[in-house]
């Protein structure tokens, strides 16, 4: 594992100090609240860095729904872990053709199918997702994924990325979730 690099966990359950901490963020952040939707991994940096895909709710007249992603930092020496970021990754926003934040870990057979569809015959990597966090009206749908990516390479590492799906004109974008690799931020776009 290169320096700083993030470790992906896809399925690991999150850590006790970090679960604690993310059900203390409602009393912590008046005017939000935060539901875990993944634990995506940890990365060793003055202590330990963790990552979580979230949904954050925004408490107003009209509450709005975003992703974001969590940075918790645990000391070994320290009985709590400290949120020392929040970057959203999906903004919310419905009114007339915006983004709808529909979280589901649990893909409906309709989804699964435009993902398979979108990555039948793709080499290079195998992508999983993780969830599908939203859809977005744009000549019919696009559909917004998490995703865990494994590279199929020598020493490849795994990494969480953003999948856009675009059915309609066959076309496929990734992202990078988790920018502070040793490669920088990544991202790129093919067709089907």
Partial sequence: ??????????????????????AE???RMLGTEYRAISYLGSQE?????????????????????????????EKPNEMTATLVGIERVVEGGMPLGGTN???????????RNVWAAAFDGFVGSEVTPIA????????????????????????AEQYAAIV???PRNERISMKSLLNTRAEGAF??????
Wanted: no cysteine; proline share 5%; charged share 15%.
């Fill in 187 to 192: 991202g790129y776009s093919f067709t089907w």
């Fill in 132 to 155: 599908l966090l939203a859809t977005r009206p744009a000549n019919g749908y696009l559909y917004i994924f998490a995703a865990i990516v494994t590279p199929i390479a020598p020493n």
């Fill in 25 to 27: 963020l409602g009393d």
């Fill in 1 to 22: 594992m290169k320096l700083n690099s993030w470790k992906i966990s896809l399925h690991a359950e999150m850590p006790q100090k970090i679960a604690t901490a993310m």
């Fill in 164 to 166: 856009i799906i675009d």
């Fill in 45 to 73: 940096v003055n202590g330990t860095n963790h990552a979580v895909l979230a949904e954050q709710t925004v408490l107003t007249g009209r509450d709005t729904r975003n992703v974001v992603i969590l940075i918790f930092n």
């Fill in 101 to 111: 934040i529909e979280i589901l870990t649990d893909l409906p057979e309709a989804v």
